[in-house]
């Protein structure tokens, strides 16, 4: 089979965002179309990164759940029932396998207070970076301060978007109605961190 | 990318623009590796994607793959495990491999802008590629079973 392709026609996902961009290049690639494939893979890469950090992976191990989930997803297209669907199904796969790769099973309970336990980090260390600005570094180590259920869901928010609310809340098991408090608590966990990290300067 | 949005009064604005910043924070300190669309997108280059994943095993500490310049590196799946050792012979490296269960199955090595290289495991389920480039690598093993034949792949990973 070779691998036509007309470079005057626009592919079929041009001009689209978010869900409907990555249901487009979803039924392309269903349909053979390499170029649908790499786009999803660079715009979504992103995302299954962030899902498996979040579980609290090395660089090492989260890289591996990112080829895993990529290659099982092009392994089984049919697996995928909604195309726009794809999102949550990334992330429910790539949590899933990064469960697996830890060897623990992360329960699917709610934040609470008592959840605020210290779990050592696998984050570089700010330290590390350069050319940051004051803000940006506050910000991280905040944030690296935040139990892992917290960063999870941070995580998951910024990069799936306010928009696919539904996504975070099946991917964490999460009631819907309880994302918004809950991204609420851990904002406010946040700002007090910031708060204590930036002193009353 | 949003920057300032019109004010919305609150600790919900608050919220948006503590997220906002959040967003991009976390894409700066914490970004995927350099190279890995590109190396996810090689190992999709795959003529048939039917296959099942290996997955990189660590003996002990992570973070072995640092060390990857020499010594065993083991991939398992389901029942499978793909063993290789590496020697560096200048530019190239030499691939000794061992599969368990073994059988003569085919073994093909691919390195990202250098083609592939391809041979068959003796019956000990030992093989070896002499002069294998160096470079973003992955190893595909064909193997017979009930239904036809198996394809196993292990993750596309710099050697």
Redesign the interface.
């Given at each position: 089979m070779t691998g036509v392709h007309t470079a005057e026609v626009d592919p079929p996902w041009e001009g689209l965002a978010g869900a409907e961009l990555f249901a487009a290049c979803l039924r392309a690639a269903r349909e053979g179309n390499?170029q649908g494939?790499?786009r999803l893979?660079?715009e979504l890469?992103?995302l299954v990164?962030?899902v498996a950090?979040g579980q609290g992976l090395?660089?090492?191990?989260a890289?591996?759940v990112?080829?895993?989930v990529?290659?099982?997803l092009?392994?089984h297209l049919d697996q995928v029932r909604e195309p726009k669907a794809l999102a949550g199904w990334l992330v429910t796969t790539a949590r899933h396998e990064s469960q697996r790769?830890h060897g623990r099973k992360a329960p699917p309970v709610p934040l609470t207070d008592e959840m605020a336990e210290t779990v050592p980090s696998t984050?570089?260390a700010?330290e590390a970076?350069v050319l940051?600005t004051e803000?940006?570094r506050r910000?991280?180590s905040a944030?690296a301060q935040l139990p892992q259920r917290c960063q999870e869901l941070?995580?998951m928010?910024?990069?799936a978007g306010?928009a696919e609310y539904r996504v975070v809340a099946e991917a964490l098991r999460m009631p819907r109605g309880s994302i918004g408090p809950n991204?609420?608590r851990c904002?406010k966990t946040?700002?007090e961190l910031l708060d204590i990290e930036g002193g009353s300067a | 990318m949003r920057e300032h949005g019109a004010p919305e009064g609150g600790?919900q604005s608050?919220?948006e623009s503590?997220?906002a910043?959040?967003?991009?924070?976390?894409?700066?300190?914490?970004?995927?590796?350099p190279g890995?669309?590109e190396?996810?997108?090689f190992?999709?280059?795959l003529e048939n994607?039917?296959?099942?994943?290996a997955?990189?095993e660590?003996a002990g500490l992570?973070?072995?793959?640092s060390a990857v310049d020499q010594g065993t590196i083991t991939f398992t799946v389901s029942d499978l495990t793909v063993m290789i050792n590496l020697t560096k012979t200048g530019r190239c490296h030499r691939i000794d491999g061992w599969l368990v269960p073994a059988g003569r199955y085919e073994v093909e090595v691919r390195v990202a802008e250098h083609g592939s290289s391809a041979t068959t495991a003796d019956e000990g389920g030992r093989f070896v590629l002499d002069d294998v480039p160096r470079g973003t690598t992955q190893i595909v093993v064909s193997m017979p079973d009930a239904l036809g034949r198996r394809t196993v792949?292990t993750?596309?990973v710099v050697l």
């Open positions: 390499k494939m790499n893979v660079s890469t992103p990164w962030n950090r090395d660089t090492h191990a890289e591996d990112v080829q895993t990529w290659l099982a092009f392994s790769v984050l570089p700010p970076e940051r803000r940006d910000i991280w944030f941070l995580r928010t910024v990069l306010r991204r609420g904002l946040m700002r | 600790a608050d919220d503590l997220l910043d959040l967003g991009r924070v976390i894409a700066t300190f914490d970004p995927p590796p890995l669309v190396r996810v997108q190992a999709l280059e994607l039917d296959v099942e994943v997955r990189w660590r992570a973070g072995v793959r792949v993750p596309a």
